[in-house]
C-alpha cells in the first residue's frame, strides 16, 4: 500500500521540488505552506502515514504544531526540517515530539533514507506480534505493551512516541539504578551529554503523569539530588 506522507514546507521552490521527488518514489503527497493548511489537512484527513514539517512557518513554529499533535494523542511520524540544526535545536525538535531531525541543506538521499526508515519502523511496530513473554512490562504503576508502544494506567491508554518508549526502556533495564542525566542524553537522545536543556526534566515529568499515582510525590521515577534519577519498580 502507498505511505501517505503531508509535507508542510512553505519555501516554495524547496516544496515543489520535495514533492516531486517524493511522488517519484511512489509516496502520495499532500502538501501545506502554513500550519493552519497543515491543521485543515490533518482535521480533514487522518490516513497520513508520516508528516515531514518544517520549523519555521509563516503563523508559528512547527515545534509547537508538533507538540500539540502529541497532546492529542496523534503518534502520527514526524520528521522536522529546519536550518537551525545546533544540539539545543535537535533537542528542542526531539522533546516536542518529532521522531527524527534533519538539518538544512540536506541530501535528497538523506531525507529519503531516514523516510524509508521511519516507515519501516511504523509498519514493524504495527505488525509486530504481541505474543512475546516480554512483551508486555510492568513500568511503575502501568502496563507497557513494547510490541504496540501503548502504556496503560487504570483505564486510560496512551501511545508512547519513539522516544518515549526508549526512555521508558532505559529505565526498566536499570531498576534501582541512579542513572544519571548526561547519560540519558547521550544513550537515549543521542546527543552532547554536555548539552544545556531541561529535556530529561521535561520527558520524566510526562512518564511520571503516566506511571505515577501522583506525579507530585513520585514514588517510581525519583530524582536523585545532583546525580540523576532512579527507576524503583515496587
Not at 540536506?106 to 506480534?129: M, N
Request: glycine share 6%.
Amino acid at each position: 500500500m502507498t505511505a501517505r506522507l503531508l509535507l508542510v514546507e512553505d519555501e516554495e521552490h524547496l516544496a515543489f521540488s520535495l514533492r516531486f521527488n517524493l511522488e517519484a518514489e511512489g509516496y502520495t503527497v499532500s502538501t501545506a505552506s502554513t500550519l493552519a493548511e497543515a491543521r485543515a489537512a490533518l482535521d480533514d484527513d487522518d490516513a497520513h502515514d508520516l508528516i515531514v514539517l518544517d520549523v519555521m512557518l509563516p503563523d508559528g513554529s512547527g515545534r509547537a504544531f508538533c507538540a500539540r499533535m502529541r497532546d492529542r494523542g496523534d503518534r502520527t511520524p514526524v520528521l522536522m526540517l529546519t536550518a537551525k540544526n545546533a544540539p539545543p535545536d535537535i533537542i528542542a525538535g526531539l522533546e516536542a515530539g518529532a521522531d527524527d531531525y534533519l538539518g538544512k541543506p540536506f541530501d535528497l538521499s538523506e531525507l529519503l533514507g531516514r523516510i524509508t526508515a521511519l516507515l519501516r519502523r511504523r509498519q514493524w511496530d504495527r505488525g509486530r506480534p504481541a505474543a512475546a513473554s516480554d512483551a508486555t512490562v510492568r513500568f511503575g504503576g502501568a502496563t507497557l505493551d513494547r510490541a504496540t508502544r501503548r502504556i496503560r494506567s487504570g483505564g486510560d491508554e496512551v501511545e508512547l512516541t519513539e522516544l518515549e518508549l526508549r526512555l521508558a526502556e532505559y529505565f526498566i533495564a536499570r531498576p534501582n539504578e541512579i542513572v544519571r542525566r548526561e547519560a540519558l542524553l547521550e544513550d537515549v537522545w543521542g546527543v552532547s551529554p554536555n548539552s544545556r536543556t531541561r529535556t530529561v526534566d521535561n520527558f520524566v515529568a510526562r512518564l511520571r503523569k503516566l506511571i505515577e499515582p501522583d506525579p507530585r510525590r513520585p514514588h517510581h521515577l525519583t530524582t536523585v539530588r545532583g546525580a540523576g534519577y532512579r527507576y524503583l519498580p515496587d
